[in-house]
């Protein structure tokens, strides 16, 4: 066999992996407060995040085709399948340890500062280009800050209008609507963070000469889709618990707030071909919400240890990647 041909099918292999991972470590996410709030049962909510992953996934590529041209040209790099390679061994460990940990953090965060720490010390730093690579950790920066505002105004209007509801009705109400949120939730996480595996994998495939351009063959897009369907179906239980229970008791009317809120940031980001954190914005959206309902009620110490993991998730992931390539390669 062709050994070129079989390293690649090695990276497809951990691309994929990587995906299966993102499934059951950020899909948690999208369902936790849906499952938390009993508007579905894990089995129903792990079954239908699956199936809109999926359908999320297929029908866009836009993010898939910034991973995998905007932090490095895949075209000038001699060694491009070697740094994809241990980027993706990079972001599947650190993703492994968030989970064990039932920490929240974000495969998105991990697989660009994973690429951009493999790329510094296997190509040298004028292989990175600094402006795209800033451009998309602004926006994992800067998504979660618009996720906690829109959360706090969503809940601070949803509050006015239902003032003088029973909340008894009210949480009736919105644990039927819920259903809803979380399948748009599911949905737009599919439509971003499926596209990270199918960048990486594409961009394999531009670096080995398999292909002339960053355009996403169906079979990447299916192989992907699938992946983190399968991921999804395993579910993430401890991620569920900390996002469900440990941030702030969360009642129907909050889930459904936070869903709304977290799914339009993302769904907006895909649109702008932007890769960001479902992790970071259901959570930011969540803790906006509690704020909302009432400041005291946020568990911040939790909240704290969750926006920790955010900073040094990229930076981390940027020196894991690193020295893999170094004891490698």
């Known amino acids: 066999m062709d050994t070129s041909l079989l390293v690649l099918g090695i990276v497809i292999l951990l691309a994929l992996a990587f995906d299966f991972i993102n499934g059951f470590h950020d899909t948690a996410n999208a369902i936790a407060t849906s499952v938390s709030t009993r508007a579905l049962s894990p089995r129903t909510a792990i079954i239908m995040a699956a199936c809109m992953n999926f359908v999320g996934a297929i029908l866009f590529t836009g993010v898939a085709k910034r991973i995998g041209g ?82 706090y105004i969503v809940m601070t209007i949803l509050k006015w209008i239902f003032a003088r509801r029973s909340p008894h009705t009210v949480n009736k109400g919105f644990r039927t609507m819920q259903i809803l949120t979380a399948a748009f939730q599911s949905f737009t996480h599919g439509t971003n963070d499926a596209q990270k595996a ?26 992907a889709a699938t992946a983190m369907a399968l991921g999804t179906s395993i579910g993430g239980w401890k991620i569920i618990k900390t996002m469900g229970t440990k941030i ?46 009432r400041f ?30 170094k004891i490698i390669f």
């Open 198 to 223: 199918m960048g990486i994998i594409t961009f394999a495939l531009l670096t080995s000469g398999r292909l002339d351009t960053m355009e996403v063959p169906l079979w990447v897009k299916i192989s």
């Open 296 to 325: 005291s009620a946020v568990k911040w110490g939790v909240a704290g240890r969750i926006v920790v993991t955010w900073f040094i998730t990229i930076p981390i992931s940027a020196v894991l990647a690193g020295l893999l390539f």
């Open 70 to 151: 905007s932090v490095t040209d895949p075209t000038k790099l001699d060694n491009g399948i070697e740094i994809v390679i241990v980027t993706l061994l990079a972001a599947i460990i650190w993703n492994l340890i968030t989970w064990w940990f039932g920490i929240p953090s974000s495969s998105s965060h991990a697989l660009i500062g994973a690429l951009a720490g493999a790329v510094y010390v296997g190509a040298g730093s004028d292989h990175i280009k600094w402006s795209g690579f800033s451009e998309i950790v602004e926006g994992l920066i800067f998504s979660p800050i618009i996720a906690f505002v829109i959360g």
């Open 248 to 293: 702030f008791k969360i009642e129907p009317i909050n889930g459904f707030a936070a869903d709304i809120s977290a799914a339009s940031v993302i769904f907006s980001a895909t649109m702008l071909h932007l890769p960001v954190s479902t992790t970071h914005a259901i959570t930011s959206a969540i803790l906006g919400v509690g704020s909302a309902k």
